[in-house]
C-alpha cells in the first residue's frame, strides 16, 4: 500500500514560480520510477517530468529549461520546482510513481497562471 499526497498549487502570475511537492508513505522501498504528470481542461494527460531511482531526469518538451524535478530521500519527498510559468502551464498537476510491483497516482494539484 503506497500514498502520494501532492501539495504547492495555487495561484501565480505568468513569469513567477511555484514548487510542487510530492510526499510517498507505505511500502516505498523499492521505487523505481516517480515523475509528475498534468492534465488541463479538454487536454490529455501529459509527462511533465520523471526521475529513476538513479536519478536520472527527463523532461518533456514543455517545461524544458524552466521546471526542474529532484527528491528528499529522506523525507520521502518528490518535488518539481516551476519557474518562468506561462499561462498554457495552467493543469492539475499528479504525482506518479512505479513502486514494485504496482503503479500508483496523487489525487492531483491545481495550478493556476494568470496573464
Not at 66 to 88: G, V
Given at each position: 500500500q503506497?500514498?502520494?499526497?501532492?501539495?504547492?498549487?495555487?495561484?501565480v502570475q505568468a513569469g513567477g514560480s511555484l514548487r510542487l511537492s510530492c510526499a510517498a508513505s507505505?511500502?516505498?522501498?523499492?521505487?523505481?520510477?516517480m515523475g509528475w504528470y498534468r492534465q488541463a481542461p479538454g487536454k490529455q494527460r501529459e509527462l511533465?517530468?520523471?526521475?529513476?531511482r538513479g536519478s536520472s531526469t527527463n523532461y518533456a518538451?514543455?517545461?524544458?529549461?524552466?521546471?526542474?524535478?529532484?527528491?528528499?530521500?529522506?523525507?520521502?519527498?518528490?518535488?518539481?520546482?516551476?519557474?518562468?510559468?506561462?499561462?498554457?502551464?495552467?493543469?492539475?498537476y499528479y504525482c506518479y510513481a512505479y513502486i514494485l510491483p504496482g503503479e500508483y497516482w496523487g489525487?492531483?494539484?491545481?495550478v493556476t497562471v494568470s496573464s
Open positions: 503506497v500514498q502520494l499526497v501532492e501539495s504547492g498549487g495555487g495561484l507505505g511500502s516505498i522501498f523499492s521505487i523505481a520510477v511533465v517530468a520523471g526521475i529513476t518538451d514543455a517545461g524544458k529549461g524552466r521546471f526542474t524535478i529532484s527528491t528528499d530521500n529522506a523525507k520521502n519527498t518528490m518535488y518539481l520546482q516551476m519557474n518562468s510559468l506561462k499561462p498554457e502551464d495552467t493543469a492539475v489525487q492531483g494539484t491545481q
